[in-house]
């Protein structure tokens, strides 16, 4: 089974959209020609940038595709600051980042949250990025297989094995987030590995075979290639190095 790397950027609240239309067209000029051809990248910019960027990348016909960093369950009501999944449907949003640790951590969402949300994502025939991770204090405590797994049967709950086949998961682990300290590719392919013979437990060979796993916590374009040659790795969600594009753009190249 091949399955074709993702690699995608998720800004944070960085970058407004003057600065994000700076952002993606330098990003697209640095990539040689052909490499997207074997490499899916998606951009997740702020909700403010999204609309910018969609156009950018309409209009220039740009190989990226657009994403979002989160949004609520609900189609539409009284959720003062939400952003409904089906208004991102409208901008053409392909893929939506969901359960991240800084949203579980400082925003209390929760598993139940999270399920919600990849279902509502789904509704709108777009693709969950569903996140998942340990702290550094479950991982000293031997517990990240059982709080990552926890993580995949609640996210998962009442998904179909059709639809597991074409989400996205990514195993961050918090204490990698950020602090540019990375796991070891061996520690992440083992998680990884553990999360897809989970999916397996949970569904069945084709499903676990096609889904999609990525790596996330201080990528960089000097960890990358031996990040992505796990084989349960099949892409990054990339933080901080995203907001560069010259670092971005060495990790889209990370075949060579
Ligand atoms: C992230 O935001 O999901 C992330 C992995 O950040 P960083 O690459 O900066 O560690």
Partial sequence: MTRTPLISGNWKMNLNHFEAIQTVQKLHYLIPKGVLDNVEVSIHPPFTDIRSVQTLIESEDLDFALGAQHCHFEDSGAFTGE?????????NTQYVICGHSERREVFGETDEMVNAKVLAIMKYAMTPILCCGETLTEREAGKTESKVLGQIDAGLAGVTNEQIAALVIAYEPIWAIGTGKTATADDAQTVCA??????????????????????????????????????DIDGALVGGASLDPDEFSRIIQFNG
Avoid at 201 to 229: C, F, H, W
């Fill in 83 to 91: 952003v409904s999944p089906a208004f991102l449907a409208k901008l």
């Fill in 194 to 231: 553990a999360i897809r013979m989970q999916v397996r437990k949970l569904t069945d060979d084709a499903t676990a075979d096609a889904v999609r796993i990525q790596y996330g916590g201080s990528v960089k374009g000097g960890n990358a290639p031996e990040l992505m040659s796990q084989p």
